[in-house]
């Protein structure tokens, strides 16, 4: 869940200690066979989930249950109802600490080389799995979408992706009607997805009269607040009333906005949802500079999917089995360190979708036939997503669920609509 279905603080946790290099790979390392993990009778899969106890000494308390206990028991329920086509499912489940690039790499020999998964579902930084052409569920990503030999299926399309089809969204429902737009990327590598907003707005007929880019150098938030200083006035110079603010500038523009006290703080489309939720759930920014602000997201609230027949499902499944675990439901809005139910949420969204695309791979289960079955998945139900699943040729993620996300002020919280929009 991404950035899908949802990591919601993850990200900021995993940027605020380290950057896990999931690419690192020991030397000699090669692309492993098609069939392997694979027998008449049994399904080899690794799961390499968050350590979290690796960054208490950070002061970083986030909770998000016992994943062990989750997948164990749905894999179970799973394998006493069949598994995959008569195939059992065999978990090698590791914990991996987030704090430098070592554990990762060690996780992903581990798994690879030594246990001989099939594949790997949700690791973060999927990369190094993917060039080794062992398949993954839900990787999800920090620097952009990880690529290799393999694929990485996700409910989550990437945002270059994802774009065209919310603002396209946008454009019909009369967002940007009458007003005059401003284009604001929050750092330099967010300039490829500013290109990109700008065609998209550009063919819908939307006036863009300016576009910036903030260079202040990354850590530097002095420099950053003032570079969109600078930003802000050349926009309303311009008569700029609606401001589409990209990637990281989801969280620049509004964050620079306070910083600087500005008083032009014009209705905004932020792109990136993940980006803002993180701060109006940490609060950190004043209602003040998030009125009028609007965003989207290709899946429902975490709320909203822990609330559906199929997860609830799941829930019931991983009490029985493990009574005494600690999973306490979602609030709305999800706030605290208190996310317990994340692992079984997460679990069962994600053994959902790889057993559907095994199932549709038949028999014969390889790497190859696993490829082909899921980019040919149409018209699926899978728990998490907005609506029916389809990915299509070479591309390993749904495109078309837009779920708007309006701001509330007077409760300070994101309020997610019932219901996908019509694309």
């Known amino acids: 869940m991404r950035r899908v279905a949802r990591l919601l603080l993850v990200s900021t946790v995993?940027?605020?200690?380290?950057?896990?290099?999931?690419?690192?790979?020991?030397?000699?390392?090669?692309?492993?066979?098609?069939?392997?993990?694979?027998?008449?009778?049994?399904?080899?899969?690794?799961?390499?989930?968050?350590?979290?106890?690796?960054?208490?000494?950070?002061?970083i308390t986030l909770d998000q249950g016992n994943y062990t206990d989750a997948y164990s028991a749905i894999i179970a329920d799973l394998n006493a109802?069949?598994?995959?086509?008569?195939?059992?499912?065999?978990?090698?489940?590791?914990?991996?600490?987030?704090?430098?690039?070592?554990?990762?790499?060690?996780?992903?020999?581990?798994?690879?080389?030594?246990?001989k998964i099939f594949a790997a579902i949700g690791p973060f930084e999927?990369?190094?799995?993917?060039?080794?052409?062992?398949?993954?569920?839900?990787?999800?990503?920090?620097?952009?979408?990880?690529?290799?030999?393999?694929?990485?299926?996700?409910?989550?399309?990437?945002?270059?992706?994802?774009?065209?089809?919310?603002?396209?969204?946008?454009?019909?429902?009369?967002?940007?009607?009458?007003?005059?737009?401003?284009?604001?990327?929050?750092?330099?590598?967010?300039?490829?997805?500013?290109?990109?907003?700008?065609?998209?707005?550009?063919?819908?007929?939307?006036?863009?009269?300016?576009?910036?880019?903030?260079?202040?150098?990354?850590?530097?938030?002095?420099?950053?607040?003032?570079?969109?200083?600078?930003?802000?006035?050349?926009?309303?110079?311009?008569?700029?009333?609606?401001?589409?603010?990209?990637?990281?500038?989801?969280?620049?523009?509004?964050?620079?906005l306070q910083a600087n006290q500005s008083t032009y703080h014009p209705p905004f489309v932020a792109t990136n949802e993940g980006t803002i939720q993180t701060a109006v759930l940490a609060a950190s920014i004043s209602p003040t500079y998030l009125r009028g602000m609007l965003t989207s997201s290709p899946v429902p609230s975490n709320y909203q999917v822990w609330h559906t027949p199929f997860v609830q499902r799941c829930d019931q499944v991983v009490r029985?089995?493990?009574?005494?675990?600690k999973i306490t439901p979602p609030t709305n809005p999800i706030s605290g360190s208190d996310q317990t139910f994340y692992s079984v949420e997460s679990a069962c969204i994600n053994m959902a979708l790889f057993t559907t695309i095994a199932k549709a791979a038949g028999k014969n289960l390889t790497a190859t036939t696993f490829e082909k079955a899921g980019y040919r998945l149409s018209n699926a139900t899978i728990p998490g997503a907005a609506s029916s699943v389809s990915f299509g040729p070479g591309r390993s993620y749904p495109l078309g669920p837009v779920i708007k996300v309006t701001y509330d002020p007077a409760k300070n919280l994101l309020v997610f609509a019932g219901s996908a929009a019509e694309t």
Request: aromatic share 6%; proline share 7%.
């Open 320 to 325: 029985r089995a493990y009574p005494s675990d």
């Open 126 to 256: 999927p990369s190094c799995f993917l060039q080794q052409g062992v398949p993954t569920i839900a990787g999800s990503y920090q620097e952009g979408p990880a690529s290799g030999v393999a694929p990485n299926f996700t409910l989550t399309p990437p945002q270059a992706a994802y774009d065209p089809v919310q603002l396209k969204v946008f454009a019909q429902e009369g967002v940007f009607k009458g007003k005059k737009v401003g284009i604001f990327a929050g750092q330099t590598t967010d300039e490829d997805e500013l290109h990109i907003v700008e065609s998209v707005l550009h063919s819908l007929h939307v006036s863009v009269v300016s576009t910036a880019v903030d260079a202040g150098a990354s850590g530097d938030q002095a420099a950053i607040n003032q570079d969109a200083n600078i930003i802000a006035q050349r926009f309303q110079s311009s008569g700029v009333n609606e401001v589409v603010a990209v990637g990281e500038g989801s969280l620049v523009w509004p964050d620079a």
């Open 14 to 59: 995993l940027i605020s200690v380290a950057v896990i290099d999931a690419a690192a790979r020991p030397a000699g390392a090669g692309v492993v066979p098609p069939g392997q993990g694979v027998t008449a009778t049994t399904i080899r899969i690794g799961i390499p989930y968050i350590d979290f106890s690796a960054i208490r000494k950070f002061g």
């Open 81 to 115: 109802h069949g598994g995959v086509d008569g195939r059992k499912l065999v978990p090698y489940l590791l914990a991996v600490s987030p704090v430098g690039t070592a554990p990762a790499a060690t996780a992903c020999t581990q798994l690879d080389a030594d246990d």
